[in-house]
């Protein structure tokens, strides 16, 4: 993806974002896209969160936002890296 390319996810494809976490990494599964991931360990908001906190997030057009948490990851940062955190 080019640089300055901003993702911008429309409401049909973000009623298919997944998001799944196992014990070092987040996933992230939408229509029409490989799964990506990202370590854990770059979110210790989100590693540090209980299963409740983790499942109380909100999709937008541009990113998923974690109200408990006040954390928040863009569609953009999230689909910049390969599954090892090389960005792409």
């Known amino acids: 993806m ?3 390319t901003s993702i911008l996810i429309n409401k049909h494809t973000m ?3 997944k998001i799944r976490f ?3 990494h987040i996933y992230l599964s939408t ?5 990506q991931s990202m370590p854990l360990k770059w979110f210790p ?11 109380d997030m909100e999709f937008s ?3 998923i936002h ?12 999230f689909l910049k890296f390969d ?6």
Do not use: C, I, Y
């Open 31 to 35: 229509k029409g896209r490989a799964e």
């Open 61 to 63: 057009p541009f990113g």
């Open 45 to 55: 908001k989100l590693a540090n969160a209980t299963a409740q906190q983790r499942a």
């Open 83 to 88: 599954n090892e955190g090389v960005e792409v």
């Open 66 to 77: 974690w109200p408990q948490l006040d954390e928040d990851l863009s569609f953009e940062g």
């Open 22 to 24: 196992s014990e070092t």
């Open 2 to 4: 080019p640089h300055g």
């Open 15 to 17: 009623e298919n974002n």
